[in-house]
C-alpha cells in the first residue's frame, strides 16, 4: 500500500533538506521531493529531523536483563550491598547465571522488548549476535533453531529487521572443553554448527549471518568451516576480536599468533567480515584488518561499562576498515549515544578534537552499520532503498536552539534516544509520536521478561 511522509528536514545526500516528501510503496522509496512547504494531502508528518533508520550492529539480547545488576562492580554483581572493583570476568559469571533460566518462550518476551526498545530509539535494523541455542546444559530441544527462531519472530512483532548472526562456540579457552553454563553454546564442532544453522531460513525482515564467538571459544582448526559457511552464501561473519588483553596473551600462548593473525590465516578476513570491539591491536594487526577491508563494529558504552578500554578505531579506519556500532550489553539502548561516544572517548584518548565530523558519526550508525548486517540496499533515504526512517525532535531542551542547517550536529552530540519521535521501517509506521504502534508499553514488557530470569 503507497504511504506518503512528509519530513519537516530530512538529510539527503549528506544535506539537510526543508519539507522532504517521501513516497514508499511495498517498503520502498519510490520518489522524493524536496522544498515542500507542507504536507501533501494525506500524508503523515514527522517533525524534526528524518534520518536514516538507524543499525544496531552487535546486539546480545538477553544481556538487556543485566541492566542495573552488573553496573557497580564484583560486589553487587555477586548480590552483595558493596561495590568492589569488578572486570569483565565478573560480570560474565552474572550474564551466564541469566543465560541458565532462558527457554525460546522466555527469550521470545525478552527479545520482543528488547527490539521494541531499539524501535522507540530509531534503530530499524540489528545484528543479533546469537549463541544461546540449546537447553541448559546442552540438550537439544526438539527444533534445533527454536531460540534463533525465537529472536526472528521477537523481531518481526516489535517491526524492525535482523540479522542473525547465528555464532559457533564450542570451547571454553583454546584447549579447554566448554564449561557448563557453556554446555547450552556448543553444537560439538563447527561441522554440527554449520549443520543445524543450515536450517535456519530468512524472511522479509531477516538475514541469516554467521559467527565465530571468539578465536578462544572456536579451536583453530575449525574457524575454516565457519569462515567457508559464511563465503559461499555471502552472507556476513562477525567476530568478537581482542576485547580483552587475556584473550591475546592466551592467543599468543596456544598459536604463536595474535588472534587478528589467527583469523587472517584462516581466511576468515575480508569485506565481509566485520571485527567486534577490536580493542587491544597491534600495529600489524591493524594493517592486517584494514588492508583486507575487515569492518570493526565499536561498542563504547559496553566497552567503557565493562572497563574494556577504548579501542585504535581512527588507525582502523585510516588503515581501510569501515566502522560500524553496536550496543552488545545494553547498558544503554542508544545509537546516538553510541555514535558520539566513538568521538569523544577518542579525543579523551588523542586529546585531540573532530577525529569524525557528525555526518561521519551519522554514517556509522546508519549506511555502514546496515552494510556490515548485510543489508547494502538499506541506511540511506534514496529511491529504490528501504523505507526506513527515524525522527529526533528538534524541540527537545536537548535539540532546541541550533538553527535546521545544524541538526545533523546537534542530533549527533545532543540528542538521545528520547528525542526519537518516529521510527518507519519498510514504510511501516512502527513507532509514532514516540509510543510503539505494537508494543504499546514497552516499560511493562521489559520489567515483566526481565523479572522472569531474576
Not at 157 to 162: L, V
Not at 256 to 283: I, K, M, N, W
Not at 407 to 427: I, K, L, N, P, Q
Request: glycine content about 10%; charged content about 20%.
Amino acid at each position: 500500500m503507497p504511504v506518503t511522509y512528509w519530513a519537516e528536514h530530512a538529510w539527503l545526500d549528506g544535506v539537510v533538506r526543508p519539507g522532504v516528501a517521501i513516497e514508499t510503496d511495498h517498503g520502498v522509496i519510490t520518489a522524493l521531493a524536496t522544498g515542500q512547504t507542507g504536507p501533501p494531502p494525506g500524508a503523515r508528518v514527522l517533525r524534526g529531523l528524518t534520518v536514516p533508520g538507524l543499525a544496531n550492529a552487535h546486539s546480545h539480547a538477553f544481556h538487556r536483563a543485566l541492566r542495573g545488576h552488573v553496573q557497580a562492580g564484583s560486589s553487587v554483581s555477586a548480590g552483595g550491598a558493596g561495590g568492589g572493583p569488578g572486570s569483565f570476568w565478573t560480570w560474565r559469571e552474572v550474564m551466564y547465571r541469566v543465560a541458565e533460566k532462558l527457554t525460546p518462550d522466555g527469550y521470545y518476551a525478552l527479545a520482543r522488548a528488547v527490539y521494541a526498545e531499539m524501535a522507540l530509539a530509531g534503530i530499524t535494523c540489528v545484528g543479533e549476535f546469537h549463541y544461546l541455542h540449546h537447553a541448559p546444559g546442552g540438550s537439544r530441544y526438539a527444533d534445533p533453531n527454536a531460540m534463533g527462531e525465537a529472536l526472528i519472530n521477537a523481531a518481526a512483532e516489535a517491526g524492525i529487521r535482523i540479522t542473525l548472526l547465528d555464532t559457533c562456540y564450542l570451547s571454553a579457552g583454546f584447549g579447554a572443553a566448554p564449561e557448563r553454563p557453556q554446555l547450552r553454546f556448543s553444537d560439538g564442532d563447527a561441522a554440527g554448527w554449520a549443520d543445524r544453522v543450515g536450517r535456519l531460513t530468512g524472511a522479509d525482515h531477516a538475514r541469516i549471518g554467521a559467527a565465530v564467538h571468539s578465536v578462544r571459544a572456536v579451536p583453530a582448526d575449525q574457524l575454516e568451516t565457519v569462515a567457508r559457511w559464511a563465503a559461499e552464501r555471502d552472507a556476513p561473519l562477525h567476530v568478537h576480536l581482542s576485547e580483552q588483553p587475556a584473550e591475546n596473551e592466551a592467543c599468543l600462548a596456544a598459536h604463536g599468533r595474535t588472534p587478528t593473525e589467527l583469523l587472517a590465516d584462516h581466511g576468515a578476513l575480508g569485506p565481509r567480515t566485520t571485527a567486534v570491539h577490536a580493542t587491544h591491536l597491534t600495529r600489524d594487526d591493524i594493517t592486517l584488518l584494514g588492508g583486507s577491508t575487515t569492518g570493526v563494529c565499536m561498542c563504547p558504552t559496553t566497552e567503557r561499562d565493562l572497563a574494556d578500554g577504548i579501542g585504535p578505531a581512527t588507525a582502523l579506519q585510516r588503515a581501510g576498515s569501515p566502522l560500524s556500532l553496536g550496543s552488545d550489553s545494553h547498558a544503554v539502548v542508544d545509537l546516538l549515544e553510541e555514535a558520539r561516544a566513538m568521538e569523544l572517548d577518542e579525543r579523551l584518548r588523542s586529546r585531540a578534537r573532530g577525529n569524525w565530523t557528525a555526518a561521519q558519526l551519522l554514517t556509522a550508525a546508519t549506511a555502514d552499520g546496515h552494510a556490515a548486517l548485510g543489508w547494502p540496499e538499506a541506511g540511506r533515504i534514496a529511491v529504490g532503498a528501504p523505507a526506513d526512517l527515524a525522527t529526533v525532535a528538534l524541540d527537545t531542551v536537548r535539540t532546541a536552539g541550533p538553527p535546521p542547517e545544524l541538526a545533523v550536529e546537534s542530533t549527533v552530540f545532543a540528542a538521545t534516544a528520547a528525542d526519537v519521535r518516529h521510527t518507519v521501517v519498510a514504510g511501516r509506521h512502527v513507532v509514532r509520536d514516540g509510543v510503539h504502534t505494537t508494543v504499546p508499553d514497552v516499560p511493562a514488557a521489559l520489567t515483566a521478561a526481565i523479572r522472569a530470569v531474576h
